[in-house]
């Protein structure tokens, strides 16, 4: 998970606001699930970053071999 973070401000007129950072794809909407089963919110706003449009490349290896998935 190097690279990736999560970024909660929480405004005076209670408001909370939350930025990922590093997260590729539609897994940054699971950070909004995280968040909203922690603090019991309700969700009025998204606004979709440019990683959003991204597509994260995994590696994964198996008994020496590589495989790559982009």
Excluded: F, H, W
């Excluded at 897994?27 to 969700?43: F, Q, R, S």
């Excluded at 706003?45 to 490349?57: A, C, G, M």
């Amino acid at each position: 998970m190097s690279g990736k973070k999560l970024k909660i401000k929480l405004l005076p007129n209670g408001e909370i606001q939350m930025e990922t950072q590093g997260v590729k794809g539609k897994k940054c909407l699971d950070y909004i699930e995280v968040l909203k089963k922690l603090v019991d919110v309700k969700i009025t706003d998204t606004q979709l970053s440019q990683e959003y449009y991204e597509t994260e490349n995994e590696v994964v290896t198996t008994d020496n071999a590589e495989i790559r998935l982009d």
